[in-house]
């Protein structure tokens, strides 16, 4: 495969790293025959520094490497799109993706897998910090019992939606039906991607 690769006339060639769960671009590289091949032979990544012209194992100092579970190419073969599980922040300025300068905000009204992940996080936030007021504090504090009796509640509202053939009113019990079910998952300790998993399985068996 390394051997079809186009390479540049300086024998690199671009690598886009991409969170293998979440899907965010972290960050944007540079890999020679030698470090995509040092890349694949130890699971994490390696690249190639154009400053400082030498090879460098992305976290060997500051820990926050880099698990390779996918690697692509394009079309036209130069360039990678490598998919990591992160042990840490990307950028060295300590921030989980190089790319947060925002030129142009995206418009709240168009959905995207992830809100998934932030609304995990905040989440596991409440459970954590348990700030007064909050809807999930409310719901961590009544216990599992009334987070089930939520989830059946929100569940029997999307069938009741559907029955009725509102789309208006499904979107908004599908939304608070998800909702409910990710504090459950994190009530319970399963975090969401191994039900993500699960469904990969069963996609990949058929």
Known sequence: MIEN???????????VIQDAQTKEV???????????????????????????????HKGETSGNTQKVVALRTDCDQDAL??????????????????????????????????????????????????????YTTYLFNEGVDKICKKVGEEATEVVIASKNRNPEELKWEA??????LLVLLQEQKLDMYEVLGVLQKRHEKH
């Open 5 to 15: 690769l186009k390479f540049d006339d300086k024998g690199l060639i671009t690598a």
């Open 26 to 56: 972290l960050t944007v590289a540079y890999m020679n025959k030698e470090s995509l091949e040092k890349t694949i032979e130890t699971g994490e990544t390696w690249f190639y520094s154009r400053r400082r012209q030498e090879l460098w």
């Open 81 to 134: 799109v490598v998919e990591v599980l992160p042990n840490g922040p990307a950028c060295h300025n300590g921030t989980v993706s190089c790319f947060t300068k925002v030129l142009k905000e995206k418009d709240s009204s168009i959905g995207s897998l992830d809100i998934l992940e932030t609304l995990k996080n905040v989440i596991q936030g409440r459970e954590k910090e348990m700030p007064e007021g909050a």
């Open 175 to 180: 939304a608070d039906l998800i909702y409910h």
